[in-house]
């Protein structure tokens, strides 16, 4: 009897399956969206978060701990939570010595691509422009594009460095 129970023992270990293994599904990374961090709706020249913001002609160096100076088009991009009643806000300068040099300055005003305004600056000094953007213009929970176009710029004689204007704020607000 003993053999039997010894004998049935083993069969039964060894008819035990064993389960078929199987390699790990391949890895795959999501598709990666917009990197929106360190991105707002406004910004100061000043702020630490404001290069990331620029797309386009708008110079690395921090002037007077206020402003940077631009090129031709300057273009920034935004983050916006919220489209609803903004307006496009830019602080800037114009100095005399560019306007003695290129006369009145026309700067057109984009957003994503449309047309928002054109304003002509024949002083110098600070300026500021405000003006009301189409709702359906701008992208909620996502990426704006904000660009300036001047007509024209200022080349130094004597390094041929491509001067705008000096910008000191922009984005939207409510």
Not at 75 to 93: E, Y
């Amino acid at each position: 009897m003993r053999s039997s129970v010894l004998l049935t023992a083993l069969v039964c270990t060894g008819c035990v399956s064993i389960p078929d293994s199987y390699a790990p599904p391949m890895q795959r990374h999501g598709i990666a969206g917009p990197d929106n961090r360190g991105l707002k709706h406004f910004i100061a020249m000043n702020d630490p978060a404001a290069p990331v913001h620029f797309l386009r002609d708008i110079g690395p160096t921090l002037e007077n701990g206020l402003w940077r100076w631009t090129g031709q088009k300057p273009t920034l991009k935004f983050f916006l939570p919220s489209v609803a009643h903004l307006t496009l806000q830019v602080d800037f300068s114009i100095h005399d010595v560019i306007l003695q040099q290129t006369g009145p300055i026309t700067i057109s005003y984009f957003i994503n691509g449309h047309p928002l305004d054109k304003a002509t600056y024949a002083k110098g000094g600070e300026q500021h422009f405000e003006k009301a953007v189409e709702e359906s213009w701008l992208l909620k929970g996502s990426i704006n594009v904000v660009s300036a176009e001047l007509d024209k710029i200022y080349v130094a004689p004597d390094d041929g460095a491509k001067l705008g204007l000096t910008l000191i704020r922009a984005g939207f607000r409510e």
